[in-house]
């Protein structure tokens, strides 16, 4: 079952760092062990974006994961007036955060609210087969379990040692001057910031989509968030007892 093989896979032995440097993988944990289930589609998806002068960073993008969203799980459209509700929404803020929520019979609802402060993420690995898949779901109980368990921000793990993403953003590692994102094949967000970036990389940068393990994230010169709501941002293991200093190589906003 689900739970002795994550088991068996929670036993590999992790590389040592790039360049000779003592840093380790740490052993995950098995996500589905502390009773939370896997997020009830019934409950909706949702879409954060970011608000800067009263417009929507990547709208268009964002509305086209909404739209595929509601088409696959729940058989319906967007309303046709949704982007101009947006875009009202937006307008009278600042810098904001703004979430957009469709459920399986409702929505979609739209809150803006002011962008909170954020210190670097603690990462902690979790086994979870699968992943959460390629939809942003509204139930977020798992996740919260977790990272209460976990003290630090889930970082999901398939079955065979492969990152999929952190509880809230895509993951990246910085090799020399090449950042790689695990790859689109259903088991993780398609993140609108992870896809400019894996068009438009920061200068004296290349991006690309390749498989990563526990061990090559513990290896790699940097390991990196990216998210709407921040851009690509600095995160470090949660036993890792540096604060994590990498440079913000491309905000959320160019």
Same mark, same amino acid.
């Given at each position: 079952? =689900?739970?002795?093989?994550?088991?068996?896979?929670?036993?590999?032995?992790?590389?040592?760092?790039?360049?000779?440097?003592?840093?380790?993988?740490?052993?995950?944990?098995?996500?589905? !062990?502390?009773?939370?289930?896997?997020?009830?589609?019934?409950?909706?998806?949702?879409? *954060?974006?970011?608000?800067?002068?009263?417009?929507?960073?990547?709208?268009?993008?964002?509305? $086209?994961?909404?739209?595929?969203?509601?088409? =696959?799980?729940?058989?319906?459209?967007?309303?046709?007036?949704?982007?101009?509700?947006?875009?009202?929404?937006?307008?009278?803020?600042?810098?904001?955060?703004?979430?957009?929520?469709?459920?399986?019979?409702?929505?979609?609802?739209?809150? !803006?609210?002011?962008?909170?402060?954020?210190?670097?993420?603690?990462?902690?690995?979790?086994?979870?087969?699968?992943?959460?898949?390629?939809?942003?779901?509204?139930?977020?109980?798992?996740?919260?379990?977790?990272?209460?368990?976990?003290?630090?921000?889930?970082?999901?793990?398939?079955?065979?040692?492969?990152?999929? =993403? !952190?509880?809230?953003?895509?993951?990246?590692?910085? $090799?020399? *001057?090449?950042?790689? *994102?695990?790859?689109?094949?259903?088991?993780?967000?398609?993140?609108?910031?992870?896809?400019?970036?894996?068009?438009?990389?920061?200068?004296?940068? *290349?991006?690309?989509?390749?498989?990563?393990?526990? $061990?090559?994230?513990?290896?790699?010169?940097?390991?990196?968030?990216?998210?709407?709501?921040?851009?690509?941002?600095?995160?470090?293991?949660?036993?890792?007892?540096?604060?994590?200093?990498?440079?913000?190589?491309?905000? !959320?906003?160019?």
């Amino acid at each position: 079952d =689900e739970a002795a093989a994550a088991a068996r896979g929670g036993d590999r032995e992790a590389a040592p760092a790039r360049g000779g440097g003592a840093n380790r993988a740490a052993t995950p944990v098995f996500a589905l !062990a502390g009773g939370a289930s896997r997020p009830d589609p019934a409950l909706g998806i949702f879409s *954060t974006m970011l608000v800067v002068g009263g417009a929507v960073v990547d709208l268009p993008a964002h509305l $086209e994961r909404l739209r595929r969203s509601v088409g =696959e799980l729940y058989g319906r459209d967007l309303p046709p007036e949704t982007e101009q509700r947006v875009i009202a929404a937006a307008r009278p803020h600042g810098r904001s955060r703004l979430r957009v929520v469709v459920a399986a019979q409702a929505g979609p609802e739209i809150e !803006a609210h002011p962008l909170p402060d954020a210190q670097p993420p603690r990462l902690a690995p979790a086994l979870l087969p699968g992943g959460l898949g390629d939809h942003k779901w509204v139930d977020r109980r798992l996740l919260d379990e977790l990272a209460h368990r976990l003290a630090a921000v889930p970082l999901l793990v398939d079955l065979n040692g492969e990152v999929l =993403e !952190a509880a809230h953003a895509n993951v990246w590692i910085r $090799e020399g *001057t090449t950042l790689v *994102t695990p790859p689109l094949d259903g088991r993780l967000l398609p993140g609108t910031v992870r896809a400019r970036l894996l068009a438009q990389p920061p200068h004296g940068h *290349t991006a690309r989509e390749e498989p990563v393990t526990l $061990e090559r994230a513990a290896a790699a010169d940097a390991l990196l968030l990216s998210s709407a709501l921040r851009g690509l941002h600095p995160a470090a293991p949660a036993g890792d007892r540096a604060t994590p200093t990498a440079p913000v190589l491309v905000p !959320a906003v160019r």
